[in-house]
């Protein structure tokens, strides 16, 4: 059974950083890109960021590169989000995701909540 | 990058079918999505694959009732047989070199 445990998230001011985790179980970690996205209260869901199956490639979406980072450890079967210079506006339950190839983000983990304020 | 539109909200009853429709942006009409689901206070969850042809290949588990179909830039969700734990968002989701894009839900009530 797939399985992917979120942690990390808390309260943090303005200009704070962050590192998300995601702990895989149940499949082939390494085989697989992996996903972060995001969503704010009320809102809808936002992509992050994704990183390859072996870590070389790595995107952000545009408000968060240059601030976030994606990256992972295959031998520990964990993908981690290092969230820097948090705004406001980063305020989110923010879920990691197993990326299926040419088929979508097929596996979602519970989430991690993220609080950005003063 | 691709933009996907989907409807804000639709309500159906108990029983009936529901189609949601997920319509991808010009230059964009071959690509492939994937549709999920969010209940109230949940994870999204992993519906399908659908491509261009209409061709789709479901999640683990995800009901028969579930189904998809595609007409050139159109991607649908089909739920037959509506019950009330069908009232939930619905996302659709595709992606591109360096980017991945979701649409902006629709929310589906069960009268």
């Known amino acids: 059974e797939v399985q992917l445990l979120a942690s990390g998230g808390g309260l943090v001011q303005p200009g704070g950083s962050l590192r998300l985790s995601c702990a895989a179980s149940g499949f082939s970690f390494k085989t697989y890109a992996m996903s972060w996205v995001r969503q704010a209260p009320g809102k809808g869901l936002e992509w992050v960021s994704s990183i390859s199956g072996d870590g070389a490639v790595k995107y952000h979406a545009d408000p968060v590169r240059g601030r976030f980072t994606i990256s992972r450890d295959n031998s520990k079967d964990t993908v981690y989000l290092q969230m820097n210079s948090l705004r406001v506006e980063d305020t989110a339950i923010y879920y990691c995701?197993?990326?299926?190839?040419?088929?979508?983000?097929?596996?979602w983990g519970q989430g991690t909540l993220v609080t950005v304020s003063s | 990058q691709p933009v996907m539109t989907q409807s804000s909200s639709v309500s159906a009853s108990p029983g009936s079918s529901v189609k949601l429709t997920c319509t991808l942006s010009s230059g964009h009409r071959s690509y492939i999505i994937a549709w999920h689901q969010q209940q109230p206070g949940k994870a999204p969850r992993y519906l399908m694959k659908l491509e261009g042809s209409g061709s789709y290949n479901k999640g683990s588990g995800v009901p028969d009732r579930f189904s998809g179909s595609s007409s050139g830039a159109d991607r649908y969700l089909t739920i037959s047989n509506l019950q009330s734990e069908d009232e939930a968002d619905y996302y659709c989701e595709t992606w591109d070199t360096n980017t991945r894009v979701f649409g902006g839900g629709t929310k589906l009530t069960v009268l």
């Open positions: 995701a197993k990326i299926l190839d040419s088929a979508g983000c097929d596996y």
